[in-house]
């Protein structure tokens, strides 16, 4: 862990009576890059449309809804998922509770963190009303540091940008941060363990300063408590009831908080 810290600081630190269409809204101000034309779409009666839909689904995996009713897992690893098949699936890291081999081919999108090849993995995805991209970072591994193994997966839905951290092992560097943007929520892993340290993972948290953070990756309630314990110092804790939440733009929270959403 010391290796990879140590390189990122020294590389520079339901009907259809109710659907109605809509105009796409306006790009996406806080989000770095060109965004991709939008056209008419079909807004899902479920959701407003400045709204997204998040439901943990466990461990590091979300189903991620956006108004048009595009549906996203990310870390999909083939056991862990909603009832009906995503449009799209994300796997972060090739990590066995992260990642499947045999994803169902009705999925129109599988993007993997990593490049199988040895390179860089590089998405840049619009489909209707969703905007995906990623940002490779470097993942510990026996006898050193395996480079770009892991990525950051980055939503832009509903002039929102919502940042999925996978399998994090190190603080962000500021060319990291320079493609990642301004993030509203931000879904982070806090184990303390096998991803970054808990004092590593708060610099991550400082580096992006969303106003509103979800925990995932942890491995009990003693764990939660202890990533807690710590984030309290800078953001109010809210438990949700139930495993599934809609976030806005209008609803973020004035004060930073952290949100815990129950897994099932």
């Known amino acids: 862990m010391a290796?990879?810290?140590?390189?990122?600081?020294?590389?520079?630190?339901?009907?259809?009576?109710?659907?109605?269409?809509?105009?796409?809204?306006?790009?996406?101000?806080?989000?770095?890059?060109?965004?991709?034309?939008?056209?008419?779409?079909?807004?899902?009666?479920?959701?407003a449309p400045?709204?997204?839909?998040?439901?943990?689904?466990?461990?590091?995996?979300?189903?991620?809804?956006?108004?048009?009713?595009?549906t996203i897992v990310t870390d999909y690893n083939g056991y862990i998922r909603p009832k009906a098949l995503p449009d799209i699936v994300t796997m972060n890291n090739a990590h066995a509770t992260h990642y499947t081999d045999h994803p169902d081919p009705g999925i129109k999108y599988v993007l993997r963190g990593w490049d199988p090849g040895g390179g860089v993995a590089t998405h840049n995805v619009t489909y209707r009303d969703v905007r995906i991209r990623n940002v490779p970072t470097n993942v510990r591994d026996v006898g050193g540091t395996r480079y770009n193994g892991n990525s950051i997966f980055i939503f832009e839905i509903a002039d929102l940008c919502i940042a999925h951290l996978g399998h994090l092992h190190h603080v962000l560097t500021p060319e990291h941060l320079a493609e990642i943007g301004q993030i509203d929520v931000l879904l982070v892993p806090v184990d303390g363990n096998y991803t970054l340290d808990l004092d590593g993972m708060l610099e991550v948290i400082r580096q992006l300063h969303p106003p509103l953070l979800i925990p995932m990756h942890y491995f009990g309630p003693e764990t939660?408590?202890?990533?807690?314990?710590?984030?309290?110092?800078?953001?109010?804790?809210?438990?949700?009831?139930?495993?599934?939440v809609t976030v806005s733009r209008a609803t973020l929270p004035a004060r930073p908080e952290a949100l815990v959403l129950p897994g099932y």
């Open 3 to 47: 290796t990879i810290r140590t390189f990122d600081r020294l590389s520079a630190l339901g009907a259809a009576a109710l659907l109605v269409i809509l105009t796409a809204a306006s790009a996406l101000a806080n989000c770095p890059g060109p965004v991709a034309s939008r056209g008419p779409m079909v807004w899902r009666a479920a959701l």
């Open 224 to 244: 939660l408590e202890r990533f807690l314990a710590r984030v309290r110092e800078t953001y109010a804790v809210r438990l949700n009831e139930t495993a599934s």
């Open 50 to 70: 400045n709204q997204v839909g998040l439901t943990f689904l466990g461990h590091a995996s979300f189903l991620i809804e956006s108004p048009a009713g595009v």
